[in-house]
C-alpha cells in the first residue's frame, strides 16, 4: 500500500502464474468433462481444444475471483477500515494481454475512515425532557375510547356531525334520482345550505344545489351514484327529503368498556380506569421522550465530529460508479446528505467499539416485537396475544430491508442509554404544547 494522503491511498497487487495457473487447470478440467462437441465423446475432448476455445474466458474469469479474494484479504489483515469499495486506478493500471501475459499488475485507490471524535465526558450537558400528563389529557383519551366504542342511534333532528339518510332528485324531468341517498352535513362547504340541514326532522325536505354544497364532484358524484365526470356538468337543484337521522353516541364508561379496551376484570372502576389511561399516556410520551434525547445525543455527537473531513472525490466517484444511472447533477444535490449519513455510520461503528456495544439477536426480537405492538394500537388493539405478535415480528424481519433498519434503530438505542450514564443528563418537565415546539 502506498503513503497514505488525504485520507487516500493506493493498493498494488501483482499476481503471477502461482497465483492462478492452479485453479485455471481445475477450470479446464472440469470443462472438459462437460464439454458437448461434435465429434468428440462427452469427456475425451483434448485439453488443448477446450484451452484453445475457453482458456482466455477461464483465466479472465479466475484471475478476477482470485483478485477479489487477494484484494478483500490485504484489507482484512491490514486491519483498514475503508470507505465505499477499492476503485480500479484508471490511469495507472495497463491493458491486460491474457495471450502473452502471464503476471499482471493492478492497481486501486482506496479511502480510509477518519478517526473521528466522539468520546463524551460529564462535561457534556443534554437535557431530557419528560412531558407532565395533565388530568385534561387524561379525560380527552378516555373521551376518544368512548367514542371509539361508541355506537350509532336514531336522533329526532338533524346536527352537523349526523348522518342523514333520505331520497334526492333533481328538480326537472327525466332528472337524476335516488334512494337511500347519504349526507354528511359537516362535509359541506357551503354555510348557509349547510344551515338549511340542521333542524331537519324526519320526512323534511330541502332544496339546494349539490355542487355548490359540496364543491367536489367526488362528493357529489358518491351522493347521486353518477360518475365524476357528469357529476361536473350539474347546475341544477335537487330537493332531499329526510328518511332517518343517525347520531353518534359515545359508550358509556363503565365495565364494558373497560373490559374492551384493557381485558375482562383488569379495571376495578373509573379511578382505575383513569389511572391505566394516565400511565399509558406516560408511556407513550415517555417514548417520545427518549427520541427526542437520541436527536440530542446525536446532534451534540455529531456536532464532535463536524471537523472530521472526509475524500470527498474518492467518495463522489464511488457513488457515480455504483450508481450508473445518477446525474452529476443529481449527485451534487445529494452529496451533502450523503456525507451526513456516512458520518453518522461512521461514528456508530466507532462507538460501538468505544462503548463495547453488542447487537444480540434478542434485542433484534423485542424490538421487532416493540413495532409490531405499537402498530396494533394504532388500530386500537392494545392487547394483542404474545404469540401472534410473535409470530408478526418474525415475518417482519425476514424482509432484509426490515431486518437493516431494526438493526440500526437498535444499535442506536443502545448507544443513547450508554451516553445517558456518560453525559451529564438534567432533566426537565414541560407540557405536551412545550416539547411539541422543540421540534419546531
Not at 502464474?17 to 465423446?41: C, N, S, T
Not at 328518511?243 to 365495565?255: C, F, K, N, V
Not at 451526513?340 to 424490538?367: G, H, M, P, S, T
Amino acid at each position: 500500500m502506498s503513503e497514505v494522503q488525504n485520507l487516500q491511498a493506493q493498493i498494488t497487487l501483482v499476481m503471477q502464474p502461482e497465483d492462478y495457473q492452479e485453479q485455471v487447470e481445475k477450470e479446464i478440467r472440469q470443462l472438459r468433462q462437460k464439454a458437448q462437441i461434435p465429434g468428440f465423446r462427452t469427456g475425451n475432448v483434448p485439453k488443448g481444444l477446450i484451452r484453445k476455445m475457453y482458456g482466455k474466458n477461464v483465466l479472465a474469469d479466475v484471475i478476477n475471483k482470485e483478485l477479489g479474494t487477494a484484494l478483500q484479504k490485504y484489507v482484512d489483515e491490514q486491519k483498514l477500515h475503508i470507505l465505499g469499495e477499492p476503485l480500479p486506478n484508471e490511469e495507472q493500471n495497463q491493458k491486460v494481454d491474457l495471450e502473452f501475459d502471464n503476471t499482471f499488475t493492478f492497481v486501486f485507490d482506496i479511502a480510509l475512515a477518519p478517526e473521528l471524535d466522539t468520546k463524551m465526558t460529564a462535561k457534556n450537558k443534554v437535557t431530557y425532557y419528560r412531558v407532565k400528563v395533565t388530568d385534561e389529557m387524561v379525560t380527552n383519551q378516555v373521551n376518544n375510547y368512548a367514542d371509539r366504542y361508541g355506537s350509532y342511534g336514531d336522533a329526532d333532528e338533524v346536527a352537523e356531525n349526523d348522518i342523514v339518510r333520505g331520497t334526492i332528485k333533481e328538480n326537472k324531468e327525466d332528472g337524476i334520482s335516488k334512494e337511500d341517498a347519504v349526507i354528511y352535513p359537516r362535509y359541506m362547504k357551503d354555510k348557509k345550505i349547510k344551515k338549511q340541514f340542521i333542524g331537519l326532522k324526519k320526512d323534511g325536505t330541502v332544496t339546494f344545489n349539490p355542487m355548490k354544497a359540496f364543491d367536489s364532484e367526488t362528493e357529489v358524484a358518491s351522493l347521486l351514484g353518477i360518475d365524476k365526470e357528469k357529476a361536473k356538468e350539474l347546475t341544477s337543484d335537487f330537493t332531499f327529503t329526510v328518511t332517518s337521522i343517525s347520531r353518534h353516541q359515545p359508550a358509556a364508561i363503565d365495565a364494558e368498556l373497560f373490559a374492551k379496551i384493557y381485558g375482562e376484570n383488569n379495571i376495578k372502576d373509573e379511578a382505575d380506569f383513569r389511572e391505566h389511561v394516565r400511565q399509558e399516556i406516560q408511556a407513550n410520551m415517555d417514548q417520545d421522550s427518549e427520541y427526542k434525547f437520541g436527536l440530542d445525543v446525536k446532534e451534540a455527537l455529531m456536532k464532535k465530529a463536524e471537523k472530521a473531513e472526509l475524500p470527498k472525490d474518492f467518495l463522489r466517484r464511488w457513488i457515480k460508479v455504483n450508481n450508473e444511472k445518477m446525474t452529476d447533477e443529481e449527485i451534487d444535490k445529494n452529496f451533502p446528505q450523503m456525507i451526513q449519513e456516512l458520518k453518522w455510520q461512521l461514528v456508530k461503528d466507532q462507538l460501538l467499539k468505544q462503548l463495547d456495544i453488542k447487537v444480540e439477536k434478542e434485542d433484534v426480537e423485542a424490538y421487532a416485537k416493540k413495532v409490531a405492538r405499537m402498530q396494533f394500537m394504532q388500530y386500537g388493539l392494545m392487547h394483542v396475544d404474545d404469540q401472534y405478535l410473535d409470530n408478526f415480528a418474525q415475518e417482519m424481519l425476514k424482509k432484509d430491508d426490515q431486518l437493516r433498519g431494526i438493526v440500526e434503530r437498535v444499535a442506536e438505542e443502545k448507544i443513547y442509554e450508554a451516553e445517558k450514564k456518560i453525559m451529564k443528563v438534567e432533566e426537565k418537565e414541560v407540557s405536551q404544547e412545550e416539547f411539541n415546539k422543540l421540534f419546531a
